[in-house]
């Protein structure tokens, strides 16, 4: 992500990925990064794959059983089965199996590490001979009043995109609240503004890392929240195969799509990561499912051609978006009362 003329800005690692926060107030920066270091904790205590002692580790090893958890990892499988609502299924927190028969089964920083997990070279990733069952996000019960979960036995949960999502969304209301200041919290590419931007709004460049993207487009953020998805940036070799992160639920395996990066502007980075999620697994008839949605997008083909939808801005200028039209109801969030925000790096 490229960010210009912010006054205040700090770049560390956590949920095994970039983490970003700015300030428009410099004075506000150690309080702000302090905030962001517990929410990181708290999602990583709640939400983590690759923790032990993480409660959802905990619910993954308990499957098969009907367990009472803490409201805070309800909120976070609630949020999870709503991005399945929403997608009609494509984003499924049920893919955990499948992700740990791809060989991602530790924090991805150690995975591409590994001597025996190379990340290739940026290129198109396709599908694997990896296939494996999607037990599918509706045999998951969660009761949200009573505070009950029971997922089928074998069945391992994965909140990574989600509750990454949530993370942003909280911290960057969070440290608006508490030091007065406007803020943007990026977290791998996922970002959120909060309270007053800078003069012209934060500058954000969209890059989808894929080493061919040399001209971002560049906008000018001043609220709300944007999310990039791609097949790139988490990608590793497995049995010699390229994979990703992404698991398309209709094949077991990871998603073969016309798309590398999906970015997509909405109210809340929640509700821009489901949508961005969503059409890079649904393929190629997600330019049509966002217009329809109303979103903003912007969605890179692996041969390097843009397709855009709603009011994303033109390629390589900064266009500075206020308040267009109000916010909309049901279904995936539409850009709302926002600028049209854009993230850096795909998620």
């Not at 999870?80 to 927190?93: H, Q, S």
């Not at 990340?119 to 494996?132: D, I, M, T």
């Not at 998951?140 to 979960?149: K, S």
């Not at 061919?212 to 929240?225: E, F, K, N, R, W």
């Amino acid at each position: 992500m490229g960010l210009a003329g912010a006054p205040a800005r700090y770049v560390g690692h956590g949920l095994g990925t970039t983490v970003e926060v700015l300030c428009a107030d410099p004075g506000t920066l150690v309080a702000a990064v302090d905030l962001l270091g517990d929410e990181l904790d708290r999602v990583d205590r709640l939400a983590s794959r690759f923790r032990d002692d993480s409660e959802l580790a905990w619910v993954n090893r308990s499957s098969g059983q009907q367990l009472t958890v803490s409201p805070e990892l309800a909120d976070l499988v609630a949020g999870a089965l709503r991005a399945a609502r929403l997608t009609g299924g494509l984003l499924d927190p049920t893919v955990g199996r499948t992700l740990v028969d791809l060989g991602y089964d530790v924090d991805f920083a150690r995975l591409v590490r590994s001597p025996l997990r190379t990340r290739p070279a940026a290129r198109p990733v396709r599908a694997a001979g990896v296939r494996s069952m999607v037990p599918g996000w509706s045999t998951v019960d969660l009761d949200l009043a009573e505070l009950t979960l029971a997922v089928p036995e074998g069945v391992l949960l994965d909140l990574d995109s989600t509750a990454k999502a949530a993370t942003v969304d909280r911290a960057a209301a969070r440290i608006a609240a508490a030091v007065g200041s406007g803020v943007l919290v990026c977290i791998g590419g996922d970002l959120a503004v909060a309270g007053p931007p800078p003069a012209g709004g934060w500058s954000v460049g969209v890059d989808d890392v894929s080493g061919a993207d040399d001209s971002p487009a560049v906008v000018a953020v001043t609220s709300g929240g944007m999310a990039t998805s791609g097949t790139v940036a988490r990608s590793w070799v497995h049995d010699g195969r390229p994979v990703h992160h992404l698991v398309d639920p209709r094949t077991g395996a990871p998603a073969e799509s016309p798309w590398r990066t999906v970015s997509v502007a909405a109210a809340t980075c929640t509700d821009a990561n489901i949508a961005a999620t969503g059409a890079l697994i649904l393929g190629a008839p997600a330019p049509q499912w966002l217009a329809g949605a109303g979103l903003d997008a912007r969605l890179v083909s692996h041969e390097g051609g843009v397709v855009v939808t709603g009011g994303w801005p033109v390629e390589a200028e900064r266009h500075p978006v206020g308040a267009r039209r109000p916010p909309c109801g049901a279904g995936v969030a539409r850009s709302a009362a926002a600028a049209v925000p854009v993230a850096g790096v795909a998620s």
